[in-house]
């Protein structure tokens, strides 16, 4: 059972954390919270573990050992004496580490050394690329075993003790070899596709190989008897294990782009950094997956963000996988339940050893062999990824849930990552207490585990923004019947859009803090200072958009004021404000008049009259047709409220007696028909 780390009371603190920090309306005090796996990966780790369960709990203790002897580790096996051999790109050096010191055993004059294997009484046997040179460390003196023929990529070799053989999984014809003592090698299994890049050995000598471009675990029993155990529709099988009692793991990737690199040229400075390019900068998804004896699937891990570069198991029979872009290790248990144990300052995994009496993680850009001197202990410390709470923010209660004794710290600042600029980590605390570090936008936390049996299952943090005013602009007022665009009206033209008393008002905000905001809308006429309430005192306007009704409203040219506050947000003496005006909306909600109508002959005289205006066109159809035809006025423009016209409609009604309409609208699309009696 759960217990906190001080008696607070868990009502009240399950009620504090239902305020989650984030981007919705902030509402005064919110709140960090970090409880799921998440929350808890993307600071460092040191000594400690993260697990599915959303736990920050004990996990690998590890040192620190620069090779700087090559700049990637592609492969490690620990020997007999003791010591751990490691195998690199650039130059493929042959590496022994032995008592916290790295010498070199041999330098290949190839570019990578891919893998490593202990055979035939201790011959220490090297796969190499891009020359498909087999080579054995024999009593200290390095030479050529065998050169297989088609082969330029050697990507794993294992050793078989049952039938004394070694097999060598290669590319670009993705053939496994089966190499004898002496050197004689013949072609074991053919694949169809390009690669087979992992080969493992069972107990009973069934030899399991990994392929690439098509993702395909492959069981071979004999010369040329190979069965698809699992096809992952993936693009590589990258490593193997077989444990004691012939349980198989295997780890796949989906790799965008051609995840093999081409051959390499020999002037080339380095070596390809592995099979999917350089660590950390090709992105794809992993996959661990279990298979039992009789060859029953089942996925333990699934990674859409990360791909495994390595694979091993510890002496407590778990898989452990390494990642290739963020340096992490994962292990799983046989109920599924995963935990982050490891996670380095450099890129990628490349090799794990994890058996009873050698542990490391072999990491790369740069490289680096991290020693595992155990499970957490007294310098276990989780730290957590940079807390962002969007502005200056001034931080209140730190608490927290957890089992056993856990020290808690926490230091802020101004920029997204932590520089010289930040203040100093807190003193630690034991039991929940006021943050101790001064206001900033970022906040860190750090929790000590004080024994091996801490776990800290919950901690969170509140803190208040500084309250920053919401600024209104881009304030419009439009007619539903306003078709302008770009401040541009057209007149004269047809008028497609029919009358309407309303006039839709929009508005932007720059809300920075993400307030709830609340608005105020206010009119006057043209030319007159006093302004009056469009909204009622008691309406909660919230949304940017507002339907003004004016058909109440003598005509006139009106302008809006829109008027924001961030009261439902904040107390009173915190509250802001901000305030603009629309341009001028013209309001017009009488049709216009047509006056001195006369006619004589064909031709028809009169004016066109509104009370707002201008007069936006003028048309004529004999009564009764739906054929109009627009005129312009006499001064050949329409821009008054008042326009003449002088028509011509010979072209329009027949000789004889006529009665012919006259049409006139007005700017706010109002319309008047007048007839006439042409003779």
């Known amino acids: 059972m759960k217990k906190l780390s001080a008696p607070v009371s868990r009502i009240a603190l399950a009620a504090a954390f239902l305020l989650v920090a984030g981007t919705a309306a902030a509402v005064g005090t919110r709140r960090f919270v970090l409880d799921k796996e998440a929350d808890f990966k993307g600071g460092d780790l040191k000594g400690v573990a993260i697990d599915s369960g959303g736990h920050v709990r004990a996990g690998f203790n590890l040192g620190s050992l620069p090779i700087t002897q090559a700049p990637s580790i592609w492969a490690a096996l620990p020997l007999k004496d003791g010591s751990l051999a490691l195998g690199t790109g650039s130059e493929g050096k042959l590496l022994k580490v032995q008592n916290g010191a790295v010498s070199v055993l041999a330098e290949t004059k190839s570019l990578a050394v891919t893998s490593l294997a202990e055979a035939w009484g201790g011959t220490l046997v090297l796969g190499t690329l891009p020359d498909g040179k087999v080579m054995k460390l024999d ?39 089966r190499i004898g003592a002496g050197g004689e090698a013949q072609v074991f299994f053919d694949a169809e596709e390009q690669h087979l890049m992992s080969v493992a050995v069972a107990p009973d000598g069934t030899v399991y190989a990994g392929a690439s471009d098509k993702a395909r675990l492959y069981k071979v029993q004999g010369p040329g008897r190979a069965s698809v155990l699992y096809d992952f529709a993936r693009t590589e099988v990258r490593r193997i294990v077989v444990g004691p009692k012939g349980d198989v793991y295997a780890i796949a990737n989906e790799i965008k782009g051609n995840p093999v690199p081409s051959r390499p040229s020999r002037g080339s400075d380095t070596a390809p950094a592995g099979p999917t390019s350089a660590p950390g900068k090709t992105k794809g998804k992993g996959t661990l997956y279990h298979f039992t004896p009789d060859g029953k699937p089942e996925r333990l891990l699934d990674d859409d963000d990360e791909h495994y570069t390595a694979l091993t198991l510890g002496d407590d029979g778990q898989p452990y996988v390494g990642t290739g872009v963020e340096g992490r290790v994962y292990t799983v248990d046989a109920t599924r339940h995963s935990a982050l144990v490891a996670d380095v300052d450099e890129r990628q995994v490349g090799a794990l050893v994890l058996t009873a009496t050698q542990k490391f993680v072999a990491a790369s850009d740069p490289a680096v062999l991290h020693p595992v001197r155990g499970v957490g202990g007294a310098d276990a410390i989780w730290t957590s990824k940079v807390l962002d709470a969007g502005l200056r923010a001034r931080f209140g209660m730190l608490s927290w849930e957890a089992n056993g004794a856990v020290d808690v710290s926490t230091r802020s600042g101004n920029t997204k990552e932590p520089d010289d600029s930040w203040s100093p980590w807190s003193r630690d605390v034991a039991a929940p207490a006021l943050v101790d570090s001064p206001p900033g936008r970022f906040l860190q936390l750090r929790a000590r585990l004080k024994d091996k049996d801490s776990r800290l299952s919950e901690i969170g943090v509140a803190f208040v923004t500084d309250n920053m005013r919401a600024t209104v602009s881009d304030v419009e007022a439009k007619n539903r019947r306003d078709g302008a665009e770009d401040g541009v009206k057209s007149s004269g033209g047809p008028v497609t859009k029919k009358s309407d008393s309303k006039v839709a008002l929009s508005w932007k905000v720059d809300n920075p803090d993400k307030d709830e905001l609340r608005y105020r809308l206010r009119y006057r006429l043209v030319g007159n200072n006093t302004w009056f309430d469009l909204t009622e005192p008691d309406e909660k306007l919230s949304k940017e958009t507002y339907d003004w009704d004016t058909s109440n409203l003598p005509e006139g040219r009106y302008r809006v004021k829109v008027l924001a506050s961030d009261e439902p947000s904040n107390p009173p003496d915190r509250v802001t404000r901000d305030e603009m005006e629309s341009g001028v909306v013209l309001v017009d909600n009488t049709a216009p008049r047509v006056e001195r109508l006369r006619a004589a002959g064909r031709r028809v005289q009169g004016a066109a ?10 048309e004529v159809a004999l009564a009764g047709k739906d054929e109009w035809v627009p005129f312009f006025p006499t001064d050949g423009i329409f821009d008054e409220p008042q326009e003449d016209f002088d028509i011509d409609a010979s072209g329009i009604a027949p000789a004889g007696q006529a009665l012919l309409a006259i049409r006139v609208f007005d700017d706010a699309g109002n319309a008047v028909i007048v007839n006439v009696m042409l003779k």
């Open 609 to 618: 009259v509104d009370g707002v205006g201008p007069i936006q066109r003028i």
């Open 139 to 177: 009593k200290g003196k390095l030479t050529d075993l065998v050169t297989l023929k088609g082969a330029q990529h050697v990507w794993q070799v294992a050793f078989d003790a049952k039938s004394n053989s070694l097999y060598a999984a290669t590319g670009p014809e993705g053939k496994l070899f």
